[in-house]
């Protein structure tokens, strides 16, 4: 590229949205670019879930159903926090703000801890519920036709729910709005933003499926696919949450919404940019004139 430009020549200058490339591609490029961060994230957060092995051994030990499920539930009090802090450095990532992966996974992880333990408990709650309600009215279903209504509406709910979490843990981390509100915009937003959530639950049952169909070999996937899937949903989710929750809140109120493509240091101490790149204003420098050659006479 060098060879062919002539830096003397004023132009341009460095666009502020340098990314005019389709979603598509600017997806692939946010990725390529971060993948080593990408793939120490899945690390940490698979870390934080190791609470979870703990579940396996219990049912390793024979124990009874009821404190299976019952160890299931809670232990989804580790889950929820620790998918705020995925979540966090995804979003950050997403719109390419600096990220320190580790100290942004534990402060977002212990800010939102509460919360997401909460948010975490009802997930745990919802696929234990949906692992005794399918099965139960799919078999009722064989022997009477009533029972597909239940089971339709439990397919739905279920399709329902793990398209809104595409924006409950983003929703967390971005805002301050408590649960009930949290999930009330999740739902608004899958609703108005039909596209982004199908995309988002076609590429995320894709990726199921691989790992059922390729089991054991593709466990694997586990340090690559948690990343991928959670970028996909930043970058497709948060843009709808920065328009439709957080720019309303403060056209409301009659102010600016803060930049949210800042540098480092802006997001550390709120300090502003040493100087603005406005390249339109700028005036093309003449280029120097050559000198006349005196004639020899």
Not at 42 to 49: K, R
Not at 143 to 152: A, G, Q, R, T
Not at 206 to 231: R, Y
Request: charged content about 20%; glycine content about 6%; proline content about 6%.
């Amino acid at each position: 590229m060098g060879l062919f430009s002539n830096y003397e020549k004023v132009g341009k200058g460095v666009s502020k949205d340098p990314d005019k490339k389709i979603p598509l591609f600017r997806f692939l490029d946010i990725y390529m670019e971060h993948i080593t961060k990408l793939i120490l994230l899945n690390f940490i957060f698979l870390l934080a879930l190791l609470p979870f092995g703990g579940i396996m051994f219990v049912e390793y030990l024979g124990l009874g159903n009821l404190a299976f499920y019952v160890i299931f539930v809670l232990l989804g009090a580790f889950v929820g926090p620790a998918l705020c802090g995925f979540m966090k450095v995804l979003r950050n990532i997403s719109c390419r703000r600096p990220v320190f992966i580790w100290s942004d996974f534990w402060k977002a992880f212990g800010k939102n801890f509460k919360q997401g333990a909460v948010m975490g408990i009802i997930d745990m709650f919802f696929l234990v519920a949906m692992s005794f309600a399918l099965p139960m009215y799919w078999g009722f279903a064989s022997e009477n036709s009533l029972f597909n209504i239940p089971f339709v509406i439990c397919v739905v709910c279920a399709f329902l729910f793990v398209m809104m979490h595409f924006y409950i843990y983003l929703l967390m981390v971005s805002t301050t709005l408590n649960l009930w509100e949290i999930l009330k915009d999740s739902l608004y937003l899958t609703a108005i933003e039909i596209k982004s959530s199908v995309v988002n639950l076609i590429t995320t049952v894709v990726v199921v499926m691989a790992f059922v169909v390729l089991f054991p070999w593709s466990t694997i996937l586990l340090f690559v696919a948690p990343s991928f899937l959670g970028l996909l949903y930043a970058f497709n989710c948060f843009p709808a949450i920065r328009e439709h929750v957080i720019k309303p809140y403060y056209d409301a109120r009659g102010e600016e919404m803060p930049e949210l493509t800042y540098t480092a240091k802006t997001e550390e101490d709120g300090s502003e940019p040493i100087f603005t790149d406005t390249p339109e204003t700028e005036i093309p420098q003449e280029p120097p004139k050559k000198p006349k050659k005196k004639k020899i006479r």
